[in-house]
């Protein structure tokens, strides 16, 4: 098999990556890597030197391939399937690549914030950040009700590289800063992407890893992955 996946089951990037190979049944080598393992450690550095998840290595074309945006966009090119992950129509490639940003840099990436803070030593948290992660996370949340549809997915009718950004950003960060009775859309685009198959096996996959997950509402996410599955 030419695709091996280095990454961890609980890991929300992961997440994204996972969701597009399993959304077009790309076959690949699933290689857990356990960052506080030495042994473990080191294969994946030998790898990846950064030793930062996901990486997938293509054998059969000599290619390392980091992030997991770029691991999709790599896919969709080298390894196609029946679900396109980049429209064709230049405006529409834009267009995805733009809210797969949004959902990345504006949700996941203030939800990591918060989820590291609550693991730092004592004294070392940073409420500041923390504070202005939640604002960052709320606004996003209005920002992507206005452009998600009553039904569908992030880009209209297809799913796409945004939605597999969505999955894993709207999963853990509603968890953290859970959504408000004023969106109405953004929680049923919630569940549609919970019960897409693709990342329903992502749940699963993830859910004897859930008690690591340092939150509090861990009944949340157990709630969901189960809907999920």
């Not at 091996?4 to 857990?32: G, M, Q, R």
């Not at 293509?58 to 790599?74: L, P, S």
């Not at 409420?127 to 606004?139: D, K, M, N, T, Y």
Request: with cysteine.
């Amino acid at each position: 098999m030419s695709l091996n996946l280095y990454y961890h089951p609980l890991a929300s990037f992961c997440w994204k990556a996972l969701v597009a190979l399993y959304e077009n049944d790309t076959p690949f080598n699933a290689v857990i890597v356990d960052l506080a393992d030495a042994a473990s450690r080191d294969e994946f550095a030998a790898v990846w030197p950064l030793a930062k998840f996901p990486v997938l290595r293509d054998d059969a074309r000599d290619a390392t391939v980091a992030e997991a945006t770029i691991i999709i966009e790599y896919l969709d090119s080298f390894h196609p399937g029946r679900t396109r992950f980049i429209p064709s129509d230049p405006n529409q490639a834009w267009r995805t690549r733009m809210w797969d940003r949004v959902f990345d840099h504006y949700i996941h990436e203030p939800m990591q914030k918060i989820v590291t803070d609550r693991i730092r030593p004592d004294g070392k948290n940073d409420p500041h950040g923390v504070e202005q992660a939640v604002s960052l996370i709320r606004e996003s949340y209005a920002l992507v009700e206005r452009q998600i549809g009553a039904s569908g997915w992030a880009m209209g009718g297809v799913f796409s590289l945004a939605d597999c950004a969505a999955s894993p950003a709207l999963f853990y960060a509603n968890t953290v800063v859970p959504f408000d009775a004023t969106l109405t859309r953004l929680p049923a685009y919630l569940d549609r992407l919970t019960a897409r198959p693709s990342f329903a096996r992502v749940l699963a996959e993830a859910e004897p890893y859930f008690p690591m997950f340092p939150m509090d509402r861990k009944p949340e996410i157990r709630r969901r992955a189960g809907a999920a599955g």
